[in-house]
């Protein structure tokens, strides 16, 4: 399965964007994302399981961004909302096969995992 991330840009502080993650086929995925500032340690930011019914979110992330998935067309979306200057990073969309209850929050909870996509906040 490969994954295609799109949807970064430069945006103002208290701006949204839209992320979209497609995966290369259908499967049975559990889907997250991830982001990665300069000189930081990749981090968990949102994660959906397979069929929607469960999601999970950071600190920062929660009620300011939205994950979602359509199943249809094998994709995953982040909506952001009142971007902040610190969320400044790539984002990184992973998925992980199988049927999960639950959201893995550590990086080694997925195999499949997107190139990322540039998200900066400034103005």
């Known amino acids: 399965v490969q994954l295609q991330a799109s949807g970064g840009g430069l945006v103002q502080p208290g701006g949204w964007l839209r992320l979209s993650c497609a995966a290369s086929?259908?499967?049975?995925?559990?889907y997250a994302w991830f982001r990665q500032a300069a000189g930081t340690a990749r981090e968990f930011v949102a994660g959906?399981?397979?069929?929607?019914?469960?999601?999970g979110y950071s600190e920062s992330a929660k009620h300011r961004f939205t994950i979602s998935r359509d199943n249809t067309t094998n994709a995953t979306y982040l909506q952001m909302h009142s971007l902040k200057p610190e969320d400044t990073a790539v984002y990184y969309c992973?998925?992980?096969?199988?049927?999960?209850?639950?959201?893995?929050?550590?990086?080694?909870?997925?195999?499949?995992w997107g190139l990322g996509t540039q998200v900066t906040v400034s103005s």
């Open positions: 992973a998925a992980e096969r199988g049927i999960l209850g639950t959201v893995p929050r550590e990086i080694q909870g997925y195999d499949y």
């Open positions: 086929k259908r499967a049975i995925l559990n």
């Open positions: 959906i399981n397979w069929n929607g019914g469960t999601t």
